[in-house]
C-alpha cells in the first residue's frame, strides 16, 4: 500500500467516523443508534478486509450487500410506526449539518482518481457535483435553524436538489463497479469502494447523507416533531426531551 493511500485510508476513516458522529447527535446521542453504526461499520469493514467484496463475477452482486441493508433499514423506518417516531424525533439541525462530509469525500474521490481506483465520473471534474451540497450545507444550517432567514420552501428545495445530486453520483458509481451490471469506467472502474476502508462509503456514509435528506423532507411535509436547534444547542440534558414541530425552526 502506498503513503499517499495509507493517507487517504486514514482520512476517510475520520470522514466516516464524523458522519456517524453528526447521526450520533441528531438521534440525541442514542446508544441503541450509536450500537447499530458501530456494528454495520464492524461487519462491513470485516467482509472488506476479507476481501469477500473483490468477487465481482458473483450473481447477484455482492455489492448488494453494502447498500441493500441499509436502504432496506430506510425503508422499514418509514413504513412502521415504530420507525416514523424515530424520524419524528431526529433534530433536523444536525441532519442539515451532517451533509457537510460531503466535502471531504469528494477530495478523498479525486484522490482515489489519481490513483486509479475510481473512474474521473465519480469526481467533481466528472459527473459528480454532490460537492455543492456539502460547500452549502453550513449556510443552510445557519440560515434555517441557528439565525432562521430561509422558510420551508428554501430547505425543502435544497434537500431536494442535494438527494438529486446524491442519487446521480449513487447510480453512476454503482454502474462503475465491475461486474455484470458495469456500463461505463471500463478503463478505470470503481474499485475502491470494494475495500477496506472505502466500503464505508456506500455502505454506511451514503445512506446516512440519504436518510437525512429523506428524513428532513418527511419532516416538513408530514409536520413531524423533533427537538428545534435552539433549544438543543441552549439547554441541558433537559432539551433532549422536549420535542415541538420540526418546521418551527424555520417559521
Not at 28 to 50: E, P, Y
Not at 185 to 206: K, R, S, Y
Request: charged residues 10%.
Amino acid at each position: 500500500m502506498t503513503s499517499s493511500l495509507i493517507v487517504l485510508s486514514l482520512a476517510f476513516g475520520l470522514i466516516t467516523g464524523l458522519a456517524g458522529w453528526l447521526f450520533y447527535r441528531a438521534a440525541h446521542r442514542s446508544a441503541r443508534v450509536l450500537g447499530w453504526l458501530l456494528a454495520f461499520l464492524v461487519l462491513q469493514g470485516a467482509a472488506a478486509l476479507a476481501g469477500f467484496f473483490l468477487k465481482t463475477d458473483a450473481f447477484p452482486p455482492r455489492t448488494a450487500l453494502l447498500l441493500g441493508p441499509p436502504l432496506l433499514g430506510i425503508g422499514l423506518l418509514f413504513a412502521t410506526a415504530r420507525g416514523r417516531r424515530f424520524l419524528a424525533g431526529l433534530r433536523p439541525d444536525q441532519l442539515t449539518l451532517l451533509h457537510v462530509v460531503r466535502v471531504p469525500v469528494e477530495l478523498t474521490l479525486l484522490g482515489l482518481y489519481l490513483l486509479g481506483s475510481v473512474p474521473r465520473l465519480m469526481t467533481f471534474e466528472g459527473r459528480n457535483w454532490d460537492i455543492l451540497a456539502g460547500l452549502s450545507a453550513p449556510l443552510v444550517y445557519y440560515f434555517a435553524f441557528r439565525r432562521p432567514r430561509w422558510g420551508r420552501t428554501a430547505l425543502r428545495a435544497w434537500n431536494v436538489l442535494g438527494l438529486a445530486t446524491l442519487l446521480n453520483i449513487i447510480v453512476n458509481a454503482v454502474l462503475a463497479i465491475p461486474g455484470p451490471l458495469q456500463q461505463w469506467g471500463f478503463e478505470q472502474p470503481n474499485v475502491a469502494v470494494l475495500q477496506f476502508p472505502f466500503v464505508w462509503l456506500p455502505g454506511v456514509v451514503v445512506p446516512l447523507v440519504l436518510l437525512a435528506h429523506l428524513t428532513v423532507l418527511w419532516q416538513l411535509r408530514a409536520g413531524a416533531v423533533a427537538v428545534s436547534a435552539t433549544a438543543a444547542a441552549g439547554a441541558g440534558p433537559a432539551a433532549a426531551t422536549t420535542t415541538r414541530p420540526a418546521i418551527a425552526a424555520l417559521l
